[in-house]
């Protein structure tokens, strides 16, 4: 049972360009959430996508878009990258629903130079 | 909103010791889950444990349990006979449950050390 996957697991770029990470979720699950994690510190919640959608979203700008397929696969989306982007991403799958846990993945760490 | 807070950034146990992560959270709510998660140097966020709001009865899972008072609004990890790979970042984490979807709510984070 593949649990949940990332890509890429680190990534380079410079400032204003733009970055797409991607999460497969944990086989049998449809809602995925985004973290971002900056080093030292606990991840904050970017939003959770489920049936195509966004369905909550943290205190993030709108440089931060995501993107959810048919397959519950997601796609996180930086545009304007600024050098306080470089965090580690974390990707978390659960199925939706009262009384479900969050399932992580290994996470992208982005560098923004 | 709710927030969550670890005041130990960083703790040492000798191995086959005990020792006890602190957490404490604000929320004007009732009903909520409270999870810890371990992020070993690999990064995998990986659960430990969890505990609904509604169970007076502390979780435990083999060498992890809780200490939970909802009055008090803490939840305390105790790791007993600790072992090498206990090492990692721990962080407490909680889940509203009157709120649409899962987002988690972390703390800071607790680095433990293990000496053997």
């Known amino acids: 049972d593949a649990g949940v996957t990332q890509s890429p697991t680190h990534l380079i770029k410079t400032r204003g360009q733009q970055v797409t990470l991607r999460c497969s979720p944990k086989s049998g699950h449809d809602t995925v959430s985004w973290y971002q994690q900056a080093l030292g510190q606990g991840p904050q919640f970017i939003f959770q996508?489920?049936?195509?959608?966004?369905?909550q979203r943290g205190n993030f700008p709108d440089r931060f878009s995501g993107h959810q397929f048919p397959n519950y696969s997601s796609e996180l989306n930086v545009n304007a990258l600024l050098l306080g982007d470089s965090a580690l991403y974390l990707c978390a799958s659960t199925i939706q629903g009262v009384g479900t846990t969050q399932y992580f993945g290994p996470g992208t760490r982005l560098l923004v130079l | 909103a709710q927030t969550v807070t670890q005041s130990q950034p960083e703790m040492s146990v000798q191995e086959a010791e005990t020792v006890t992560l602190s957490c404490t959270y604000d929320t004007s709510e009732s009903d909520y889950y409270l999870f810890w998660y371990k992020q070993p140097p690999s990064r995998q966020m990986i659960l430990v444990i969890r505990?609904?709001?509604?169970?007076?009865q502390n979780a435990t899972e083999n060498r992890f349990s809780v200490n939970f008072q909802k009055a008090a609004k803490s939840f305390s990890l105790k790791i007993s006979d600790s072992q090498l790979g206990d090492a990692a970042m721990y962080f407490c984490a909680y889940r509203s449950l009157r709120e649409y979807g899962n987002k988690l709510v972390f703390g800071a984070g607790t680095i433990l050390r293990v000496k053997s």
């Open positions: 996508y489920y049936e195509e959608e966004e369905r």
């Open positions: 505990q609904e709001a509604y169970k007076q």
